[in-house]
């Protein structure tokens, strides 16, 4: 197994819930799906033979292709980037301007490196019309390249197929054979906790209950997943048919630090997922 570690910081990362996961994790399964993929952790954990991943995320998609298909062209370009505020902001407004329809691939991923290294709390967040909007990080020394770790992450792709689209799109090709982790945007505790405006479109109830109703789809199929999310009333009823069950995650990403600390997560698993 390769020795990398997730590049993105991300919202919800599950690197601290990764021991959990895979105790509910089937020991022998075809294609692991992650349609979901954010930051990925559980895939760099597990690092599975042949895996499927996918985000509605086009920013966050073209980043893994570019690591997957060219990671030195990506390494070269991050090291023009430097920490400073003035700076932040000039690359971050970049995706107002007509020019960044011209930028390459390579220029973009780079781009949504470094503002995912130095924006607060390393959120992902656009507006209506799908503009970056986080404001600036306050760090002592943000690594903005860690080629190392990028070259490895890279390699660990090389059996990948990495989809740009929504969690409905996989449906079709998944089979009793596989096994998928379902890590979507979670349903907020309370209005201060909402972290949905992950797409211009967001990610609402409906969406929500279009999951559970792939779930239920994927379950009566006999095809074995883990879904987490938050512990929200809302979570307990559309997965009540469905086994789940209370974790501890630390969180660390909050805008007030005497609010970090441990919280409670669900895990939810079908009657086809397990130990084998």
Same mark, same amino acid.
């Given at each position: 197994?390769?020795?990398? %570690?997730?590049?993105?910081?991300?919202? &919800?990362? %599950?690197?601290?819930?990764?021991?959990?996961?895979?105790? =509910? !994790?089937? $020991?022998? +399964?075809?294609?692991?799906?992650?349609?979901?993929?954010?930051?990925?952790?559980?895939?760099?954990? *597990?690092?599975?033979?042949?895996?499927?991943?996918?985000?509605?995320?086009?920013?966050?998609?073209?980043?893994?292709?570019?690591?997957?298909?060219?990671?030195?062209? *990506?390494?070269?370009?991050?090291? $023009?980037?430097?920490?400073?505020?003035?700076?932040?902001?000039?690359?971050?407004?970049?995706?107002?301007?007509?020019? +960044?329809? !011209?930028?390459?691939?390579?220029?973009?991923?780079?781009?949504?490196?470094? *503002?995912?290294? !130095?924006?607060?709390?390393?959120?992902?967040?656009?507006?209506?019309?799908?503009?970056?909007?986080?404001?600036?990080?306050?760090?002592?020394?943000?690594?903005?390249?860690?080629?190392?770790?990028?070259?490895?992450?890279?390699?660990?792709?090389?059996?990948?197929?990495?989809?740009? &689209?929504?969690? *409905?799109?996989?449906?079709?090709?998944?089979?009793?054979?596989?096994?998928?982790?379902?890590?979507?945007?979670?349903?907020?505790?309370?209005?201060?906790?909402? #972290? !949905?405006? +992950?797409?211009?479109?967001?990610?609402?109830?409906?969406?929500?209950?279009?999951?559970?109703?792939?779930?239920?789809?994927?379950?009566? =199929?006999?095809? =074995?997943?883990?879904?987490?999310?938050?512990?929200?009333?809302?979570? #307990?009823?559309? +997965?009540?048919?469905?086994?789940?069950?209370?974790?501890?995650?630390?969180?660390?990403?909050?805008? %007030?630090?005497?609010? =970090?600390?441990?919280?409670?997560?669900?895990?939810?698993?079908?009657?086809?997922?397990?130990?084998?």
């Amino acid at each position: 197994m390769i020795e990398c %570690k997730p590049f993105l910081k991300w919202v &919800g990362g %599950k690197r601290k819930l990764l021991p959990e996961l895979e105790k =509910r !994790t089937p $020991q022998d +399964y075809s294609t692991y799906y992650e349609p979901f993929m954010g930051g990925a952790a559980f895939f760099w954990h *597990l690092q599975p033979s042949k895996a499927i991943l996918a985000d509605i995320n086009l920013e966050l998609v073209n980043t893994y292709r570019c690591l997957q298909q060219d990671v030195e062209a *990506l390494i070269a370009d991050l090291q $023009q980037h430097y920490y400073n505020q003035e700076y932040y902001y000039q690359i971050r407004n970049c995706d107002r301007l007509k020019e +960044y329809a !011209t930028w390459t691939n390579i220029q973009k991923a780079s781009r949504f490196i470094f *503002l995912n290294k !130095t924006c607060f709390n390393g959120l992902y967040r656009v507006n209506s019309k799908g503009q970056y909007n986080v404001p600036f990080g306050k760090y002592k020394n943000p690594k903005i390249l860690d080629a190392a770790n990028l070259r490895a992450c890279s390699q660990a792709l090389q059996n990948t197929e990495i989809i740009w &689209g929504s969690f *409905l799109d996989l449906e079709s090709k998944i089979t009793p054979q596989d096994f998928v982790y379902f890590d979507p945007p979670y349903i907020p505790l309370n209005a201060t906790s909402n #972290f !949905t405006s +992950y797409s211009s479109q967001g990610f609402d109830t409906l969406m929500q209950i279009e999951l559970r109703d792939l779930c239920n789809r994927l379950n009566q =199929r006999g095809i =074995r997943f883990i879904l987490s999310n938050s512990a929200a009333p809302l979570v #307990f009823e559309l +997965y009540s048919e469905f086994k789940i069950e209370l974790v501890d995650m630390a969180r660390s990403i909050n805008s %007030k630090g005497d609010k =970090r600390g441990k919280i409670k997560e669900v895990l939810i698993t079908n009657d086809h997922s397990g130990i084998l």
